[in-house]
């Protein structure tokens, strides 16, 4: 007798092997996005305010405090460089990923215990009738553990940064898919849009509740996003596809480098003879490297083939002998850094946020003056955040498409363009930051607030919006304009170093305004105040905005000079022959004609 059908079939799949879910996917975005976003919240939501916590108790001044901020900003921004490289070297995404969230977690339970314990920051200052209040300095121990604190959360967002966007598109980077591409575009917009949206909750919650219950749930609350943000990735550890490690690129650019410098007094061979001197790799297209930096041409010099090329045709000792490759890819790092340099200016004027946020601080932030609200100090920073979005959306689905419908063909604006005018923006958003500071610190001591600086000068803060929105704008145009320069310019293996190039200027930009700040600060003292003082009513917060405003114009013309000497874009070559077989092609029709 035979068995039912529906028996047959139960007992065919009993014997069928399971097929396992293959890993990665669409299911393992939540996880990643939101490790990503959690950690954002928690890191721009600390920044924010964080001059206010230094000054009220910690005691330090404002130009102390405003290095001390500069100089984490700047470890924040420097340590995704050697996040990126000991997770292509040595550990991986997903370990590095998980190793930096447990780093931002404890800096910043560490901070929250600032807050929450008396005796690890000086005691505040009581007042008694007649006399002024002056608190004790913190300790070193005490400073130490703050430091700490910082250090370790700069060391997370070192390993988080730049990793999830890599680790994300490892998920879904599959070569037998044929939208592929289109799966990545989509990924990489969706990663973008809840980056922005993390940086406005921190710009706006975080900071609200900072403001109006205290620093100890204000800083509580990131530390259990952070924890959340750790519990989460980690949770999903088994659905992840991890890649195997291999050499970093920064590695592979070191070793050009010394290469060159330990070959610098070979003599370069003759083009007639150049074939065969070379070392590449069998299946690289470059046999020999291009004329340009010629110096560092002697990287790849191949001196005695038998001592410097193993059998498997690989240099037996790549420090002394590189491929034609990776000299070109050093070639190229070091064409961009004069036009990298440029942006280091804006990243100054953008780094301005403490002195914006004591200028909010005193200034009426009610929208109206019936309105009882007020918008906290440290949220002006979500105009910056909104015009730069604005931007980016209005250009992509309004500006672009309107100019090609137009000029009736598909237009671009050059990169160069952009870089340039993001620069010039950069330049107005001081001179309006300078403007609005004197009419405020005018206003301020015609109303008799001179010596007064916790007061409430009469003048709506919504006059700081448009520098605030310039600032937006400019980021836009410049900062990605200058991410889409490197990664058209570079080869396509030096994607990560166009990523973290952007981050390596913000870091140097915090340092070179920590010493502009303090050189201004010390230079401008004259009768025992400075343009700089923590009773900004007593400064001159617009001359010193004054100073930035023509280093930014002095960076334009720098950038011009730059920009003419660079030559063209890989963008404006591909145009260039587009362009050429279309006026080839159109004399054609018309002698045809």
């Given at each position: 007798m035979e068995n039912p059908p529906d028996q047959t079939e139960a007992k065919e799949m009993m014997l069928?092997?399971?097929?396992?879910?293959?890993?990665?996917?669409?299911?393992t975005m939540p996880f990643i996005i939101a490790n990503e976003g959690f950690e954002k919240v928690a890191s721009y939501g600390l920044l924010q305010n964080m001059i206010l916590y230094l000054m009220s108790d910690y005691g330090l001044g404002v130009v102390k405090g405003q290095t001390v901020l500069f100089m984490w900003v700047a470890a924040t921004n420097f340590m995704p460089l050697v996040g990126a490289f000991l997770s292509d070297s040595y550990l991986g995404r997903f370990l590095t990923i998980a190793i930096a969230s447990l780093s931002s977690f404890l800096g910043m339970v560490l901070l929250w215990l600032t807050a929450m314990l008396p005796q690890v920051k000086p005691s505040p200052c009581i007042a008694s009738a007649g006399t002024n209040c002056s608190s004790p300095a913190a300790t070193s121990s005490q400073l130490a553990l703050l430091y700490s604190a910082f250090a370790l959360i700069s060391i997370g967002s070192g390993g988080i940064r730049p990793c999830s966007l890599a680790f994300g598109a490892d998920q879904l980077d599959n070569k037998e898919n044929p939208k592929n591409e289109r799966v990545l575009e989509s990924f990489?917009?969706?990663?973008?849009?809840?980056?922005?949206?993390?940086?406005?909750?921190?710009?706006?919650?975080?900071?609200?509740?900072?403001?109006?219950?205290g620093w100890r749930i204000g800083f509580g609350i990131p530390a259990v996003l952070m924890l959340l943000a750790s519990i989460v990735f980690v949770f999903a550890s088994p659905l992840y596809v991890k890649r195997s490690v291999s050499k970093s690129l920064f590695t592979g650019l070191a070793q050009a480098a010394v290469a060159a410098y330990v070959n610098r007094k070979l003599m370069l061979p003759g083009h007639s003879v150049s074939y065969g001197c070379y070392h590449h790799l069998k299946d690289s297209e470059l046999k020999a490297p291009s004329d340009k930096l010629r110096f560092l041409n002697k990287a790849c010099v191949i001196r005695n083939r038998d001592e410097d090329i193993g059998s498997d045709g690989l240099a037996l000792n790549p420090w002394r002998l590189c491929t034609t490759d990776q000299v070109e890819e050093l070639k190229s790092l070091v064409k961009v850094i004069p036009v990298w340099s440029t942006g280091i200016m804006m990243s100054i004027n953008v780094s301005q946020n403490s002195f914006q946020l004591l200028q909010a601080n005193s200034m009426d932030r009610r929208l109206s003056n019936?309105?009882?609200?007020?918008?906290?100090?440290?949220?002006?920073?979500?105009?910056?955040?909104?015009?730069?979005?604005?931007?980016?959306?209005?250009?992509?689905?309004?500006?672009?498409?309107?100019?090609?419908?137009?000029?009736?063909?598909?237009v671009r604006i050059?990169?160069?363009?952009?870089?340039?005018?993001?620069?010039?923006?950069?330049?107005?958003?001081?001179?309006?930051?300078?403007?609005?500071?004197?009419?405020?610190?005018?206003?301020?001591?015609?109303?008799?607030?001179?010596?007064?600086?916790?007061?409430?000068?009469?003048?709506s803060a919504m006059w700081l919006v448009p520098q605030y929105v310039l600032h937006g704008l400019a980021?836009?145009?410049?900062?990605?304009?200058?991410?889409?320069?490197?990664?058209?310019?570079?080869?396509?293996?030096?994607?990560?170093?166009?990523?973290?190039?952007?981050?390596?200027?913000?870091?140097?930009?915090?340092?070179?305004a920590s010493v502009i700040l303090n050189v201004v600060k010390n230079s401008s003292k004259k009768g025992g105040v400075s343009w700089i003082e923590d009773?900004?009513?007593?400064?001159?917060?617009?001359?010193?905005?004054?100073?930035?405003a023509i280093l930014s114009f002095v960076n334009v013309i720098y950038y011009v000079v730059c920009s003419w000497s660079y030559g063209p874009t890989m963008d404006q070559v591909r145009n260039d022959k587009v362009n050429g077989v279309r006026e080839e092609e159109q004399e054609e029709v018309v002698k045809i004609n």
């Open positions: 069928q092997p399971r097929t396992r879910r293959p890993k990665g996917g669409l299911l990489f917009g969706w990663y973008y849009a809840s980056s922005s949206v993390a940086v406005l909750i921190a710009f706006t919650v975080i900071v609200y509740i900072q403001d109006h219950l019936e309105s009882t609200f007020k918008i906290p100090a440290g949220s002006f920073g979500m105009f910056t955040i909104i015009a730069l979005i604005s931007w980016v959306v209005l250009y992509d689905r309004a500006i672009l498409p309107l100019a090609s419908k137009i000029r009736g063909r598909p050059n990169v160069k363009i952009r870089m340039g005018l993001g620069l010039f923006i950069s330049f107005l958003a001081m001179a309006v930051s300078a403007t609005v500071e004197h009419y405020r610190r005018r206003t301020a001591i015609s109303q008799g607030l001179r010596d007064n600086a916790n007061a409430t000068v009469n003048i980021e836009a145009l410049t900062g990605i304009g200058q991410t889409e320069f490197f990664y058209t310019e570079f080869p396509k293996s030096m994607s990560s170093i166009a990523a973290a190039l952007f981050g390596l200027g913000m870091a140097v930009a915090n340092i070179l009773n900004i009513n007593k400064g001159h917060y617009d001359y010193y905005y004054w100073v930035l």
